[in-house]
């Protein structure tokens, strides 16, 4: 039996390093250019362009044409895979410049920089300023009533001390996904949005499902310490814990894989998202769950279902 209690200590501190590296590097963005993480211009407003060239170019040829051309706000993200002199033929730009025929503009700014290669415009998508910022006001008030509704239901099921120990987990599951997704550069897109609150809600399912067999042994295992029932009851769930999340974990590998440039952050956030759903129900949300002393018959009632 693995003793995962055992090393609470040492992971929870490395998710506190996390969040304070979070501090730092958000503190750091927000003074730099006055926001913590970079918003996809579903939040903010500006188009996107999917560019295509003939023959593979280096990114940085593509920036430097761009750069000379005065186009100094724009994004430029390579989509596929690299050939062996680190040349992509396929490009995502995207620009604050929401005007009319911005992409034939484009096209001939970079056609008189890179004369030796044919570049097209295969997709072009633009979002007014003002539905961006409508469009993020509304996706911020959905994650918060997604977290109401969640910690509602949680307050419904659980006794005290499992409640905490499973909101816990959630704020910790929340707060260490925003951070890998700034430390990563990933924008912050509808998508994204919709993955975080699937992890939640992965996240949540995971610690009920570990709950609900400490809740069971609690019963069942009267000689033992608290600390004991929570290590057999984590081993107990191991095998279905390990087994879902690989499962799905390979997935999200082939939505990484074959979904293409449109659902990358959702597969990014959902990859890291599950990994850090799965380490947070046993070193977060058990660990909590435990320092918060019971009455006896609490413990022995119904905590969780």
């Keep these: 039996m693995i003793d995962f209690l055992k090393y609470r200590y040492f992971f929870v501190f490395w998710s506190a390093l996390l969040l304070a590296v979070g501090i730092v590097v958000g503190s750091y963005n927000y003074y730099k250019s006055g926001n913590v993480f970079q918003y996809h211009i579903d939040f903010v407003g500006g188009t996107e362009l999917n560019v295509n060239f003939e023959n593979p170019i280096k990114i940085s040829e593509f920036r430097s044409a761009l750069d000379s051309s005065h186009w100094t706000d724009l994004s430029i993200q390579s989509i596929g895979t690299a050939n062996s002199e680190n040349k992509y033929k396929e490009f995502v730009v995207r620009t604050k410049d929401t005007s009319d025929n911005i992409e034939h503009k484009f096209l001939d700014d970079v056609n008189a920089k890179i004369t030796s290669n044919k570049v097209t415009i295969s997709g072009v998508s633009r979002v007014g300023a003002e539905v961006g910022k409508d469009i993020k006001t509304n996706a911020i008030i959905a994650v918060i009533l997604a977290l109401l509704i969640i910690l509602f239901y949680i307050a419904l099921r659980s006794k005290y001390r499992f409640g905490?120990?499973?909101?816990?987990?959630?704020?910790?599951?929340?707060?260490?996904?925003?951070?890998?997704?700034?430390?990563?550069?990933?924008?912050?897109?509808?998508?994204?949005?919709?993955?975080?609150?699937?992890?939640?809600?992965?996240?949540?399912?995971?610690?009920?499902?570990?709950?609900?067999?400490?809740?069971?042994?609690?019963?069942?295992?009267?000689?033992?310490?608290?600390?004991?029932?929570?290590?057999?009851?984590?081993?107990?769930?191991?095998?279905?814990?390990?087994?879902?999340?690989?499962?799905?974990?390979?997935?999200?590998?082939?939505?990484?894989?074959?979904?293409?440039?449109?659902?990358?952050?959702?597969?990014?956030?959902?990859?890291?998202?599950?990994?850090?759903g799965t380490y947070s129900s046993i070193y977060i949300a058990s660990p909590v769950m435990l320092a918060i002393k019971s009455k006896s018959s609490e413990i022995s009632s119904s905590s969780i279902k």
């Design 164 to 276: 905490v120990g499973a909101v816990a987990s959630l704020i910790h599951d929340l707060l260490a996904v925003m951070v890998i997704i700034m430390l990563l550069g990933e924008q912050i897109s509808i998508s994204v949005m919709a993955a975080v609150l699937s992890v939640l809600g992965y996240s949540l399912h995971d610690t009920i499902i570990i709950f609900s067999r400490i809740r069971e042994n609690f019963k069942k295992m009267k000689g033992k310490s608290e600390f004991e029932i929570a290590n057999i009851s984590i081993n107990q769930t191991l095998n279905r814990t390990l087994l879902t999340s690989f499962a799905t974990l390979l997935t999200i590998v082939a939505i990484l894989i074959f979904g293409g440039e449109i659902l990358r952050g959702f597969a990014i956030v959902m990859f890291v998202g599950i990994i850090v």
